[in-house]
């Protein structure tokens, strides 16, 4: 049994399709057939089974895919060790992260651990689904809310944070230290979109709180929403740190009595190798969180 058979095997469980699985490969279907033949020959029994124009997993197929998802990742592992030991620490770490307010509050984190590793690219996905991008291998690791516990994930919580009402300077409510929620009910609130994760967090808190937010306008970024606190247009709920990031903007964060909590974790997959620029870049952030 081969590796490269076990690539071509993976490429047609996830395709179930002979011509694409082929195409993706970038080898002739005919090729990717007898491939899967040999390789069904080896293990004894059919491994799909070819209905009309479907194809489909059998039994020992499922078997076989768990462990050469398995056997490919250790292979990955140890040539990403290698080249961790032999490469002055270059390479690639890929990283998801939820979008728009911990973009900013990473920026600095980012210029200190590139004078550290200025051979390792790093790339920062920013994502609503960031435990199935750590669980299907496209990031190194994930930074968000914190999830529940899966066997398959390592979880490293590192921060817990209040949210506050963003209000503009001139507003009525901007000489109070503390609001009740109660008072949240008379201000025009700009929001994320349903289906963002801020936004089911503050909806989630305000069932609880058993109010109803006067949602006026929805925009998808952090910079645009604090652009229409500062016109005036109307308010937002975000995490109290954030407004370090945006201070020149005439704008101030006044605490919620009982306020919206979030817990921050680092996650990624057990079974997967993590370089020490990956370790360095997680302690990094636990430092760098801990300071704030």
Known sequence: MEIRQLHYFLALCQE???????YKLGITQPTLSQQIRVLEDEVGVPLFDRIGKKTVKTEAGGIL????????QQLENAKNAISDLTNLH??????AVLPSDLDYRLTSLLVDF?????????????????????LDNEVDMGIGLAIQPDPRVERVPFYT???????????????????DPKQLLEVPIVM??????????????????EISLDIIMETGTVTSLLQLVKAGVGATIQPSKLIASFQGLGIQAVEI???????????????????RAARTFMQRITEHFAAQ
């Open 16 to 22: 179930l399709h002979f011509s694409e699985a082929a």
């Open 65 to 72: 895919e768990h462990y050469a998802i398995e056997a490919i």
């Open 90 to 95: 270059a390479g690639h770490l890929r990283v």
């Open 114 to 134: 590139h004078k550290e590793f200025p051979n390792t690219k790093v790339q920062m996905f920013p994502s609503i689904d960031i435990l199935n991008l750590v």
């Open 161 to 179: 944070e209040n949210y506050s009402l963003y209000i503009h300077k001139e507003h009525e409510l901007a000489a109070e230290t503390i609001i």
């Open 192 to 209: 994320y979109p349903r289906g963002f994760i801020g936004r089911e967090l503050i909806e989630n808190w305000c069932r609880g709180k």
């Open 257 to 275: 009595q009982g306020s919206p909590i979030r817990d921050l974790e680092i996650y990624y997959r057990k079974d997967k190798y993590l370089s």
